[in-house]
């Protein structure tokens, strides 16, 4: 990526876009820029996590972890779709890792016996807390439930979340589609486009 | 032209999509010192990452100037020792159970230089993680 011409001193970094942003920290180490970038996208990196995890705290640390994994692969934006779309990659792949993680943490924890505690660890709320949104994300699998909060929630494109997922965009569609089929059945929803 | 086709497909919403949309739509959430914390933790390891390297030299430089300097005092020990007719031979001349010995301290600290290196390195890695 390349810098087009020099930002003026008068200039703030709130008025840039985010490709000159990221511009800015790639070229320059340049951490207010990035700060900027963190201040215009956590909202939704923060959203997109506490969806997939359920969890404010963990999902927040997650969102932590995920702009630090972001600004030391941030030479690899190639700058060509949204920053946004580009970062929740960074933060689905976060999850996933973080998952991957904890579940080796419980299979070890398992096996000198510590379940109790960590099942006392994960019921962090009562039946009354759990939202619609809640039960509507429960009947999904893990990727459908990415997919489908990268679509409705986030409002990416199936070509921006076949980037973020690695898939094909034909995959995203038949996994969205599948998604609003398992939602339609459990819930009883009327099928709108046909009347 | 296919590309459009998809984006004007896409844009293309039901009521079911609506409703999803309104079903997952969600109030923005305040920064609240989060990009704060976000840049301290990341000017905290780009300090960290500078000092790394300085510091594992000084520690180990620290810790093998000891054997360093030994072995400075055993070479001039052995240069005071050996004939001058032999210091300035070819060094294949030079009798094989001083040159085991130089070299087996030399290669004692070297061993020891890189290993601490490593220590360091795998140190502030695991301080940054």
New interface residues.
Partial sequence: MEVHGARTIAEPATTCDDQYLVALAVGS?D??A???L??RH??QV??FL??LTGDIVAA?DL??DC??HA?DKLQTYSGRGSFIGWLLKVAYTTFLQSKRKSKRYAEVMDEVGHVAELESRNVTQSAEDVT??EK?LAVLTEEERAI??MS??CGL???EIGEATGLP?GTVKSVIFRG?EK??TSFD?K???HG | MT?KI??MA?KLK????R???S????E????AG??????T???R??WLRRLALPVAMAVGGAIAIKPASELVVAVSKLLTVVPDSVVQAPSDWVPSVQGIAISGSLLQTVVFGIALLGAGILGSRMILE
């Fill in positions: 180490q951490t207010a990035f700060g900027e963190v201040r956590q909202s923060r959203n506490r969806k927040d969102a932590q702009f630090l600004w619609d949104l509507l489908m909060v409705y929630a494109s199936h070509r965009v609003k939602i339609r929803i099928d709108h486009q | 590309s998809i984006n896409e039901d009521a079911e999509d409703l999803l949309e079903m997952f739509a969600a923005p959430i305040e920064d989060f990009s704060k914390l976000v840049v933790r990341i000017r390891r780009l």
